[in-house]
């Protein structure tokens, strides 16, 4: 018997013409640092061959994650994948300039020794190219650059044209033109979408199982909120979740298992999916070495051997500050009147009166709003939190999707938030929310709907379970502020002697003071954020309602007028 070696290209080859079968994605898990977890789940038959496509970068990453599974009893044959060396390299190996980065004057530069066929002005000229020179030509007052070219003939004539616009060159040579036209396929190749088809070879008998798994690069997945503000009073404001999925893998997601993870796991992109050649190091030729003396320094200290640590110790006082209350002027405010408009009646001969406007029917958008069901679980996975949705998700490859991820009450206080400190600051209306959900919501923007009208919108980080936030969405355009400061700087004042050392003490104390007026006919709960600086006390009789990393928040409520 004859045994025939087929090699491993000419394998691959056939196994890529063989009829393969798609492997269905079931599930995926998206995160926040533009990875996915994906899931393939299906049937083959016998030895069988399933297919899975995927784009340059996602193949970096399927390669360091990729997992696969025959569940019944059969074996996984192998894994195989289009290789092609970075494009930049094959167009190095054919000796032309990198694509995009060369004119045609060093493109021909680069073809320097071929028999080629000059055609200009002055008819054609059939030699082997030598250079292509650029010099100065000057007449009529101006000085141009023209370039030449430099043919050697078949007689050994050195012939030079100039390069003009309706000069033409045509390559004798069948290796060059050969090599060009590989250059074009190359540059041509990189402006196509890079689409990589991995196959997985199964061997087994009967129908089984296969089972894939794979993280992949995917666009991050984002949250946007709604918070609704109720019209009955005693009722609690609604939030509304939604995250923006894109999907751009190379397959549909056809009624799969999503889950959104909020959290930041590490990840990196390696390029595996590209062949790699390492930089061996250029040894020179051995030669004839001589011996140069070395000198060494005189020793300038003998020391023990050990090493010694001193601690220098700095100890401060931190300066003091006192904080005034804000002064309101109240003043007696006048009332606007209210004007009508008198309608036309129906007369002979009149313009009739419009039709009237049809009811909207507020109070059947509000409670449909609250009887909308989000079906979402949620849940801790130690740093990173999980939106699961319970209901198939379908989104065809090249397409988005607004998928619900939470509905539910919370707690809030509509506030006056004021930052006098930055620039151009002025008051914001805000809420003080906090997270009653028990979910963690992720961070996002966020739109408020008050009256059942759009009120502003803004942005938050991620809020966990119970914690209190401020988020602002509009200008308070009915709060006047301003706010001045005083400085008294004392060189002393503070001295105490105690066993011989004189401590002096310098103390610099700032006032500052803010003044408010509400000409709303509602008062305002105003939110003052001050700020917190280092080796500085807060002192006086308002203390801060409370205070985060940067701010002390102090509480002001200020009346109508």
């Not at 998206?30 to 049937?43: A, C, D, I, R």
């Not at 061997?203 to 946007?224: D, H, L, N």
């Not at 009624?255 to 390696?270: D, H, K, R, Y």
């Not at 914001?428 to 929310?433: A, F």
């Amino acid at each position: 018997m004859k045994i025939m070696r087929v090699p491993a290209f000419l394998a691959f080859a056939a196994l890529s013409m063989a009829q393969t079968a798609g492997l269905p994605v079931k599930r995926a898990v998206l995160y926040k640092t533009g990875v996915g977890y994906f899931e393939h789940l299906g049937n083959v038959t016998g030895p069988q061959q399933v297919s899975i496509q995927f784009t340059e970068a996602q193949l970096n990453d399927v390669l360091k994650s990729l997992t696969v599974l025959d569940l019944n009893g059969g074996r996984i044959a192998g894994v195989n994948y289009a290789s092609a060396a970075p494009i930049e390299r094959r167009i190095a190996e054919l000796r032309l300039p990198p694509a995009g980065k060369a004119g045609l004057t060093e493109f021909l530069n680069s073809l320097r020794g071929a028999r080629m066929e000059v055609r200009g002005g002055a008819g054609a000229v059939t030699g082997r190219l030598l250079s292509i020179e650029r010099k100065t030509r000057s007449g009529g007052g101006t000085t141009l650059e023209v370039d030449h070219l430099s043919l050697v003939t078949d007689s050994g004539e050195i012939k030079t044209a100039e390069l003009t616009p309706n000069f033409g060159v045509k390559l004798l040579d069948r290796g060059t033109s050969a090599r060009v036209g590989r250059y074009m396929d190359l540059v041509a190749e990189a402006r196509e979408a890079d689409a990589r088809r991995m196959i997985v070879s199964t061997a087994g008998g009967g129908t089984r199982q296969v089972f894939v798994s794979y993280i992949s690069e995917v666009p991050v997945w984002k949250s946007t909120y709604r918070l609704v503000m109720p019209s009955k009073p005693g009722a609690k404001p609604l939030i509304q979740g939604w995250a923006i999925v894109d999907n751009t893998a190379g397959e549909d997601w056809t009624n799969i298992e999503l889950s959104l993870a909020a959290g930041a796991p590490q990840s990196f992109v390696q390029h595996l999916s590209q062949p790699h050649y390492s930089r061996r190091p250029v040894v020179r030729l051995p030669e004839m070495l001589s011996s140069v003396p070395q000198e060494h320094e005189a020793t300038l200290d003998t020391g023990s051997g050990s090493g010694a640590s001193g601690v220098l110790a700095v100890e401060g006082r931190a300066p003091e500050m006192q904080t005034e209350n804000a002064s309101i002027d109240v003043s007696a405010g006048r009332s606007l009147g209210t004007g009508s408009r008198l309608g036309r009646t129906g007369k002979p001969g009149g313009i009739p009166p419009p039709p009237p406007l049809p009811q909207r029917p507020s109070g059947a958008i509000e409670e449909a709003r609250v009887r909308t069901e989000v079906r979402t679980t949620a849940r801790e996975l130690g740093d990173l939190f999980e939106y699961k949705i319970q209901d198939p998700v379908t989104i065809p490859k090249g397409q988005s999707a607004l998928v619900p991820i939470l509905q539910s009450q919370f707690d809030m206080e509509r506030i006056t938030v004021w930052t006098p400190s930055r620039p151009d600051s002025r008051p914001e209306r805000g809420l003080w929310l906090r997270n009653t959900t028990g979910l963690t919501l992720d961070g996002g923007t966020f739109n408020v709907t008050d009256g059942e009208a759009f009120a502003g919108e803004g942005i938050f980080e991620a809020i966990r379970p119970g914690e209190r936030r401020i988020v602002t969405y509009a200008a308070d355009l009915a709060l006047a502020a301003s706010s001045r400061e005083e400085t008294q700087t004392q060189r002393v004042s503070r001295a105490a002697l105690v066993k011989g050392t004189l401590t002096l003490t310098n103390e610099v104390r700032e006032k500052r003071i803010y003044t408010l007026r509400n000409e709303d006919t509602q008062p305002r709960n105003v939110i003052i954020e001050h700020p917190v600086r280092s080796g500085w006390t807060a002192r006086g009789s308002i203390k801060p309602e409370e205070t985060s990393r940067g701010w002390h928040r102090y509480r002001l409520t200020v009346q109508p007028k």
